[in-house]
Structure formats: C-alpha cells, structure tokens
C-alpha cells in the first residue's frame, strides 16, 4: 500500500509562484512513476506533470510548459511541482498519484486511470 500526502497548497495573486511536494510512504519509492493532475470545480480531472521512476524524463500538459516543473528526491520519497507565473485559471485541487512500474509510456503517464495511488489533493488558489 503506498500512502501520498500533498502540501504546500494555498492562496496566492496571480503572477505568483508556489512548489507543492508529495511525500510517499512507500519502501521502494523508486518503482513507481509520479504524476500530478488537478480538478477546478465543475470539471474533470486533468492531467497535470509526470515524471519517470529515475527523473530521467518528464511530461508537461501544454499549459504547463514553461510555467512548471516537477522533480523527485527518491532519497526523501517526495516528488515536487514548482509552478511559477501562476493564472487565476490554474485554481483547482491538485493531486499527486503514483504509478507502479519502471517502463512507463508517455501515454500512460498523461492519463488518469493508469495510476495506482492518489493522494487527497491540495488547494491552489490563485486570485487576479
């Protein structure tokens, strides 16, 4: 069973920066891919960032290009977002998930229902 707490979730103006850490309490942090998603309300879940088991790739949604990165320390068992230039458009609770497995397709990691742990989200909230 692997257990994902998100933090680092809050208000901030727009234009503003925030960095969102997922902690996993997991024996081999390092067997699973990681990914973040998020849902503003009255919409579905979307995909957000993932990145490979080793860090060695990463996947932005193309709004997220540019603006946010995600990392890990498989040391600490956390992965990271830092988002920068935040939008009042990208309030939404924002969810870490994991995916067992070291051959993670790009395909697989943009989508949902692949994941196999989620933690229960942190707020953003960006004002204009």
């Known amino acids: 069973q692997v257990q994902l707490v998100e933090s680092g979730g809050r208000s901030v103006q727009a234009g503003g920066s925030l960095r969102l850490s997922c902690a996993a309490s997991v024996r081999t942090f390092s067997n699973y891919a990681m990914g973040w998603f998020r849902q503003a309300p009255g919409k579905e879940r979307e995909f957000v960032a993932a990145?490979?088991?080793?860090?060695?790739?990463?996947y932005y949604a193309d709004y997220a290009k540019g603006r946010f990165t995600i990392s890990r320390d498989n040391a600490k068992n956390t992965v990271y977002l830092q988002m920068n230039s935040l939008k009042p458009e990208d309030t939404a609770v924002y969810y870490c998930?994991?995916?067992?497995?070291?051959?993670?397709?790009?395909?697989?990691?943009?989508?949902?229902?692949?994941?196999?742990?989620w933690g229960q989200g942190t707020q953003v909230t960006v004002s204009s």
């Open positions: 998930a994991a995916m067992l497995g070291t051959l993670t397709s790009a395909s697989r990691l943009r989508t949902t229902r692949e994941y196999n742990y």
């Open positions: 990145i490979t088991w080793n860090g060695a790739s990463t």
